[in-house]
């Protein structure tokens, strides 16, 4: 039986982020579309020679995408909302822009005046994964049209350079299923849709496509009745004529959808079994043996090198019975491109490693193994296992202090001494504040000089002593400034940190940095998550410097101000080694010795953010509240450390809470500030409903726009929360840090948040 390799997608920004640079010099008008189109085919072209000279056998194409490709699938069915103004089915690259970016009512390229600007698609994220895609927007009575031109175009494109290659293609359920609609269920287009996408696929045929890989994500969800008979008449439909499918899931297990999954008459099926290994028992018992698999073995979401061996073990009797492919779990859009790049890593972590590249790498090794017997691949074989020993016993991972402690953690620790109502009054008498307490939520503007001031300093053109002098007259100056408007508690600034994550993995134990290990956000976005690769520990004080410099210079509280462990873990590639759960416990232990030395320096107030903890729920409900169980333990064994007396903030950034309240109820944190500027406080209805007790500030400033509000503005708003919620327990605060908003917005804005709070006072 043979074994053949896939790669599902490559990552499309380039090993260097050459797609990055390219967009961003049109965007700024400094290259033409031509070229922006060139750069784009030359990454492709790239990408295509790359994967084929590592093994890959089913090369990827239309995985490319200048922005998103869930909004390529958008524009491929003519999905544009009328606010874009364009003509049925005419999709240019600004319209693709504008749907991607929005428009600021300049003038365009085109010469035309688009008055007061267009607002983008929404954007949010991909799965559980942190890519964003753009939301495709449906309204009652629309019309869809077919513009099949990119996926064509980009199949001719590699045949063109002798490459036969497979395109991918979003499915139209999951399409369906990221879709929102306005004033219609998305699901009235299937018919519309399904049209379209039998076209697309004749077309592909007939320029000589023999298979497409077609996306179905959504098979790994909870779906409902709808998705499911939606599945079952599209692939009836689309199986008809047309290449050869290969139904491609990941992210997680098909189980309750495996029956229905292999009922679809596709040729193939791609399941993850990286995230899902166990459910290959109940695959390989349903599959029909005309079915080609795909399994997906290698990790797509993830950076570590595979143990060869045992995956060997895993599929080397499926090959002895059946064809297959070996692919990663999915598309290889999820991780870095190549390891090769990196020069200033740790060797010792390096081995343990695998981007794109390697993963590739990896999976032609197995083929090899498999197809021509393991002697063919010996070396490289020994070399995995070799790694995959070191990783289990390095100390660089396993820390044995860190298990003792993970071992030491007792119930007590996990809760604050005192219920909050009493807290409440131990706080009150050792902190006076007045109602409506004011306060920022920790970031000031990250201007150009500082950016600029950390980056010279990175480059070693400026040096500690004065990059330090720096930071602290900015953090004075915002000091002072917090002091002269009137906020009643104060933060630091933050001036000091890039990121809220990466300042403080930087400075805990078993975490490592790349410099190129860049992974594609949204667009021309990229970040280079940080990598925790082992045991987590805490060598020294990472804020207490920071933090004690700042209250030497008030009376007035200043807050301390700290990234949550759940948020820590959720935005970091993690080990593999061990649950989730074990990495978050560890990060908590860690936060929590930051928080009692924060305490013991005089902090009577400390914010610990958890900006990430609702994106990290899983994808089924069933998961649901065993990770909100853990995740709240962890931010417990954070903050519980302190008197009562010390009051514990958390931070926020979303207005989802009304299916987690139960949860966000169980963290019993002091005072919780959460997004409400967009939705009118409405989300405060539910907290009234909950009866949940503790403080909540409210953000009353959207800071996600340039817009100033006005003092009257957010005086309705805190009467709007008032009737939701007793004024004694709302403090007035912007929606979230204001690190990427200039001084010019924030200045009048809080000077107008601190006179509505006055006002509020009066009244
Ligand atoms: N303290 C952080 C800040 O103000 C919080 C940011 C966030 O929650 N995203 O920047
Ligand atoms: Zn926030």
């Known amino acids: 039986m043979t074994v053949t390799v896939a790669t599902l997608g490559f990552p499309r920004i380039g090993p260097k982020r050459e797609l990055k640079f390219a967009l961003e010099q049109h965007w700024a008008g400094k290259s033409s579309e031509a070229e922006l189109l060139d750069a784009a085919a030359a ?49 240019t690259l ?43 927007e449906l309204t009652a009575g629309q019309r869809l049209t077919l513009n099949a031109s990119k996926i064509v175009a980009e199949y001719r494109e590699a045949k063109a350079l002798g490459l036969e290659t497979r395109p991918v293609l979003l499915g139209p359920v999951t399409w369906l299923t990221l879709a929102k609609g306005r004033d219609v269920d998305p699901f009235d287009f299937l018919d519309e849709v399904l049209g379209l996408y039998a076209v697309v696929l004749s077309h592909l045929k007939h320029a000589g496509a023999e298979w497409v890989q077609i996306d179905e994500p959504c098979l790994v969800l909870d779906l409902n009745d709808i998705q499911r008979a939606a599945l079952t008449r599209a692939y009836a439909r689309l199986a008809r004529s047309g290449p050869q499918l290969m139904l491609t899931t990941y992210f997680g297990a098909l189980d309750d959808n495996l029956n229905l999954a292999l009922s679809l008459p596709v040729a193939g099926l791609h399941v993850d079994l990286v995230r899902a290994p166990q459910q290959i028992d109940a695959v390989l018992a349903k599959a029909p043996a005309t079915l080609l698999l795909s399994l997906g073995v290698i990790d797509g979401r993830n950076i570590w090198r595979a143990d060869l061996d045992a995956i060997l073990a895993r599929v080397a009797p499926i090959a002895a019975k059946r064809d297959i492919i070996l692919a990663p779990s999915c598309s290889l859009l999820h991780t870095p491109v190549d390891l090769a790049l990196e020069r200033k890593l740790d060797p010792e972590v390096v081995q343990w490693l695998a981007f794109a590249v390697q ?20 070396d490289a074989l020994a070399q995995s296992a070799q790694a995959a020993a070191a990783r289990r016993t390095s100390s660089r991972i396993h820390d044995p202090a860190v298990a003792e402690r993970m071992r030491a953690i007792t119930p007590d620790m996990l809760a604050r001494k005192t219920p909050y109502g009493d807290r409440r009054q131990i706080q009150e008498a050792a902190l006076p504040l007045p109602a409506y307490p004011t306060t920022t939520i920790g970031s000031f503007p990250q201007t150009g000089e500082v950016r600029h001031a950390r980056a ?10 004065a990059y330090g002098r720096f930071l602290r007259e900015e953090t004075e100056r915002a000091i002072r400034w917090q002091e002269e408007i009137g906020l009643d508690m104060l933060v630091h600034g933050e001036f000091e940190r890039n990121d809220m994550v990466q300042y403080f993995g930087e400075q805990l134990s078993g975490f490592a940095f790349t410099v190129s290990g ?4 949204y667009g021309s976005r990229c970040v280079r998550p940080p990598i925790l690769y082992g045991d987590v520990s805490r060598p020294k004080p990472m804020t207490v410097d920071w933090w004690l410099y700042a209250q030497s210079l008030t009376e007035k509280p200043v807050k301390g101000m700290l990234t949550g462990p759940v948020t820590i873990l959720n935005w970091s590639f993690v080990r593999d080694d061990q649950p989730r759960e074990a990495s978050c416990r560890q990060i908590a232990l860690a936060i929590r010795d930051e928080v009692v030395d924060l305490e013991a320096a005089g902090a009577q107030a400390i914010q610990i953010d958890e900006a990430a903890l609702r994106e990290g729920l899983p994808l089924r409900q069933r998961d649901w509240q065993h990770y909100l169980d853990w995740a709240v333990e962890c931010f417990r064994l954070g903050a519980s450390g302190v008197a009562d007396a010390t009051q514990i903030h958390t931070h926020m950034c979303y207005s989802e809470f009304n299916d987690i309240l139960p949860s966000i109820g169980a963290m019993d944190a002091d005072v919780l500030s959460i997004e409400t500027a967009r939705s009118q406080m409405e989300l405060l209805a539910a907290f009234a409903d909950y009866r949940y007790p503790n403080a909540i500030g409210p953000g009353v400033y959207d800071i996600h726009a340039p817009r100033v509000p006005t003092t009257d503005e957010m005086v309705t708003l805190m009467r709007l929360a008032g009737q939701h919620l007793p004024p004694r327990q709302l403090w007035v605060n912007p929606d979230c840090g204001l690190k990427t908003r200039k001084w010019e917005e924030v200045r009048p804005a809080l000077v107008a948040m601190v006179e509505a709070a006055r006002a509020l006072r009066a009244a």
């Open 94 to 136: 600004s319209t693709y822009f504008a749907m991607a970016r929005g428009t600021t009512g300049a003038t365009e390229s085109c010469g035309h005046n688009h008055g007061a600007g267009q607002t983008a698609l929404e954007m949010t994220k991909w799965f559980d994964t942190n890519y964003h895609y753009m939301v495709p």
């Open 43 to 91: 990454l492709r072209t790239a990408a295509w020679a790359r994967q084929q000279a590592l093994g890959a056998d089913w090369l990827p194409s239309n995985d490319f995408s200048l922005y998103d490709h869930v909004l390529d699938t958008s524009v491929m069915l003519g999905a544009i909302p009328q606010r874009y103004g364009v003509a049925e089915g005419e999709a």
């Open 518 to 521: 860049w992974v594609q956000s």
């Open 359 to 378: 993963k590739v790498e990896e999976l032609a090794i197995l083929k090899r193994a498999l197809n021509e017997g393991q002697a063919s691949v010996q």
């Open 456 to 465: 010279e300093h990175g480059r070693g053109n400026l040096d500690t002593v």
